[in-house]
């Protein structure tokens, strides 16, 4: 198994651009989240899914757009980047909906400039 | 919304020391879990533990839930513990979201 992979591992966008960070398991885990690091701040969640086609927002939603299609992909979307969404973004996958042992992929470091 | 208090925020270590971590939830939590985020980002979750105690080679932990808190003990530290430990917890009734602390950044040195 791969586990939980992410794509790209570093991203440079300007100010209004548009972008898609992968996500992807092939552990068949029903529960994905996508979590912000900021330096000082610890982790934040953005969005979970509980399954396909079931999202809600965590702590930090605003500026971000999720989706689940399928078990298996989770992709977080910026319409219009901001520097504020300048961070280290992870994404986490558990086996059951009802939140058991987190895996997290290696990580998407993004910088809006 | 829920606090996740951990100390020490920064600890030194000797190679071969022991060390004790502690998490407080301002909350009643549950599947609460211990991870550790080595120097070059990656994070690895060490527990799974909503309650009692588990061991894992020279880690182990204790959650007693009805006292909102968790401990990680490192015993034999080495330079390859070096990193950020983060507690993690879910409120009661508080939906499908875990909620992180700060983090105590450990550094092991010979």
């Known amino acids: 198994n791969a586990g939980v992979t992410q794509t790209p591992k570093f991203q440079v966008l300007k100010t209004g651009q548009s972008m898609t960070l992968q996500c992807a398991q092939d552990?068949?885990?029903?529960?994905m989240s996508w979590y912000r690091q900021d330096p000082g701040m610890g982790l934040r969640l953005i969005h979970y899914?509980?399954?396909?086609?079931?999202?809600d927002q965590g702590e930090v939603p605003n500026g971000y757009n999720v989706s689940r299609s399928t078990t298996e992909d989770f992709p977080l979307r910026l319409l219009s980047a901001a520097p504020s969404q300048t961070s280290v973004y992870f994404c986490?996958?558990?086996?059951?909906?009802?939140?058991?042992?987190?895996?997290f992929g290696p990580g998407t470091r993004l910088t809006v400039t | 919304g829920i606090q996740v208090e951990q100390s020490p925020p920064d600890l030194i270590l000797q190679e071969g020391a022991n060390s004790t971590l502690r998490c407080n939830f301002s909350?009643?939590?549950?599947?609460l879990q211990w991870f550790h985020q080595n120097p070059w980002g990656q994070l690895i979750n060490l527990f799974y533990?909503?309650?009692g105690t588990k061991q894992n080679g020279r880690l182990s932990a204790t959650t007693v839930a009805t006292e909102r808190y968790s401990l990680l003990y490192i015993s034999s530290s080495q330079t390859t513990d070096s990193g950020v430990y983060f507690c993690?917890?879910?409120?009661?009734?508080?939906?499908?979201?875990?909620?992180f602390g700060t983090g105590t950044q450990l550094k092991v040195e010979l």
């Open positions: 552990m068949n885990h029903e529960y």
């Open positions: 899914s509980v399954g396909a086609g079931i999202t």
């Open positions: 909350d009643s939590v549950n599947n």
């Open positions: 533990i909503p309650s």
């Open positions: 993690a917890g879910r409120v009661t009734g508080g939906g499908n979201k875990l909620t």
């Open positions: 986490a996958s558990s086996h059951t909906r009802l939140l058991g042992e987190q895996y």
